[in-house]
Every structure is written in structure tokens, then in C-alpha cells.
């Protein structure tokens, strides 16, 4: 039930951001145990073959704390519920 629900309200968060669709995904994938700045920004190159401005992983990030899909630890990215864990795999 609560795992539909946060499927539900990532899709809904993704409605007006189809462009990074595919970037938020493969962030919330890399940080769904926790993971630094470095490691999301990392795992979206890896994905897409190209070199993505600094700029630009620090926006996703910052917008998926926003929301609260993310919370920023201490300079580490983990979901903000620990079911998102298991949602994101």
C-alpha cells in the first residue's frame, strides 16, 4: 500500500519534469541506500554517455529534497522514508 503510494507520487512529481525523467529515476536508484553528490552525478553520466553539468545534478538533487523524496544528510542523499528503499530498486 504505502510503496504504490510513493509510486504514485514520483510519477505525479515526473508529470512536469519529463525531460529529467529518466535522471530522477536513475538518482533515486544510485541514493536509495544513500549516496554523496558525487556518486548521483556519477551514475547519470555513466547512464546517458555524456558529461552532465555540475549545476544540473545539484538542481535534481536539490529538487528531490524539495519534495521530500530525498532528505541531505551530512552531505549524503537517502530517501526520506525507508520504504522508498525497496520502491527504487
Known amino acids: 500500500m504505502a510503496s504504490s503510494l510513493i509510486r504514485e ?3 505525479n512529481f515526473l508529470k512536469t519534469r519529463e525531460e529529467a525523467k ?3 529515476y536513475t538518482i533515486m536508484r544510485v ?12 551514475a547519470v553520466e555513466a547512464k546517458e ?7 544540473k545534478i545539484t538542481q535534481l538533487l536539490e529538487n ?3 519534495v521530500s523524496f530525498l532528505a ?5 542523499y537517502r530517501p526520506s522514508d ?6 527504487f530498486q
Open 9 to 11: 507520487e514520483f510519477h
Open 22 to 24: 529518466d535522471r530522477y
Open 31 to 42: 541514493c536509495r541506500k544513500g549516496c554523496r553528490w558525487s556518486e548521483a552525478k556519477r
Open 49 to 55: 554517455g555524456v558529461r552532465i553539468a555540475d549545476k
Open 64 to 66: 528531490l529534497v524539495d
Open 72 to 76: 541531505d544528510e551530512n552531505d549524503m
Open 82 to 87: 525507508v520504504i522508498m528503499e525497496k520502491v
